[in-house]
């Protein structure tokens, strides 16, 4: 991906002011990331120090901390976020793994220091944020229930695994999808509620007590990839790859070669890296007193085994 296309999503006016306004100076930016070792957060952060690297030539050396947040451990994030604080960073990325949990410090650490907070992704339900950087969740949700229609037969039955109840966008995406789906004809039934964990073993776990609860469902839809393989495992250990299809959101080589070979049906395929990236250019613009936007919406593109190719050399796909 081509940093010119990256900087569109800015305008052309902002990139003037911060060029303009920068002066020699040294800034710490903490990046709080949440199941920092998925590809798509790999992405993300390597998409916020290849713009951190840029601002060299404005006269800034930016030094970018990143943690982790945990994987499967929520409350980790907290801990990481006061961490962060207390090193004395001069402004904060984050990507939340809870968008309620993560609140509490950003209101009383953060903007109590009225220190520029910018979310990529997700979005929290508490405290003041500069920006936030996100997947238009909601289209990309209805995009999955398209092609979902498209490719299960009319007045079939599909639902959706929700594992993520205090995360907004994943919200939106299951709004998004379920709304659009019976729209177009298909019987949404209730969501299939799963451990707060997007696990492999959670997702194959469902998907068996699914298979015997619902064994007519025709489509599954799922808010992350790793979960959707879990389904897929599940769907070959009871001999019925193919008669449930399968949908979700975001991408890593070992589901972008399941797509290929037609084991998951399409995902939804997000720019982490234009997050990352566009979210260290917010925070730098709020503490170089530049212009910043309050919302800056991503489209997203569905990935089928037809297009497959197109995606190869995606970050998410090649780890770069």
């Known amino acids: 991906m081509s940093i010119s296309y990256i900087k569109k999503i800015i305008s052309a006016g902002t990139f003037a002011a911060l060029a303009t306004s920068a002066s020699a100076e040294d800034v710490t930016i903490g990046y709080s990331v949440f199941w920092g070792t998925n590809p798509f957060l790999v992405t993300m952060v390597n998409g916020a120090e290849a713009a951190a690297a840029e601002w060299a030539d404005k006269g800034y050396d930016i030094d970018v901390v990143v943690t982790n947040g945990g994987d499967d451990d929520k409350s980790r994030q907290v801990n990481d976020l006061e961490d962060l604080f207390a090193q004395g960073v001069d402004g904060l990325l984050i990507f939340p793994g809870d968008s309620v949990m993560v609140g509490e410090p950003i209101s009383n650490l953060y903007n109590a220091s009225n220190l520029p907070v ?13 920006s936030l950087v996100i997947t238009d969740n909601l289209a990309g949700g209805m995009l999955a229930a398209e092609e979902m229609a498209r490719i299960v037969p009319a007045g079939s039955k599909v639902i959706t695994l929700d594992y993520a109840p205090t995360n907004d966008n994943a919200q939106l995406r299951q709004q998004g999808f379920e709304e659009r789906a019976a729209e177009l004809g298909l019987i949404v039934l209730e969501e299939a509620a799963m451990p707060p964990a997007m696990t492999l073993d959670n997702g194959r776990n469902v998907m068996e007590d699914l298979l015997v609860s619902e ?36 991408l890593d080589p070992v589901s972008w070669q399941m797509v290929r070979d037609g084991k998951i049906d399409a995902l939804v395929v997000q720019d982490p890296y234009a997050m990352g990236f566009t979210g260290l250019n917010q925070v730098m613009a709020a503490i170089t007193g530049a212009e ?28 770069e």
């Open 118 to 130: 910018v979310v990529t992704d997700i979005g929290i339900r508490k405290g003041e944020i500069t």
């Open 215 to 250: 064994p007519d469902i025709a489509g599954v839809f799922s808010f992350n990839q790793v979960v959707l393989q879990g389904a897929y495992a599940a769907l070959e250990g009871a001999d019925r790859v193919g008669e449930v299809k399968l949908v979700g959101f975001d």
């Open 292 to 319: 910043t936007q309050e919302f800056i919406g991503l489209d997203t593109k569905l990935l089928v085994a037809a297009n497959a190719v197109d995606f190869a050399n995606d970050p998410q796909v090649t780890g």
